[in-house]
């Protein structure tokens, strides 16, 4: 399940603190875009999917984006990622 996998998670990064896990299935790695800057860390993804049809094309777009604020005292390069 989805929280046994989280408390893994937790429990396998005993010294970093696990600020957010977010759900990007469905997107490529090189689609995931992460930014840190001015105490917040900024995650976006963005998929387009092309489809002839025989009206023609048809495009599928998704996209997703989330800022989370750093808690006081992480500064911007502690910061990691992983997905």
Known sequence: SMQRRLNRMLNSS???KL???MDVKGFDPE?????????KVKVSAEHEE???T????E???RN?????SLPPGVSEDEV???L
Request: neutral net charge.
């Open 31 to 39: 689609e995931v875009t992460v930014t840190v800057k001015d105490g």
């Open 19 to 21: 600020l957010a896990l």
């Open 59 to 61: 495009y599928n777009y």
């Open 80 to 82: 990691t990622y992983s």
């Open 64 to 68: 997703i984006t989330r800022e989370i």
């Open 54 to 57: 025989a009206r023609g094309k």
């Open 14 to 16: 005993r010294d970093h």
């Open 50 to 52: 092309e489809h002839t």
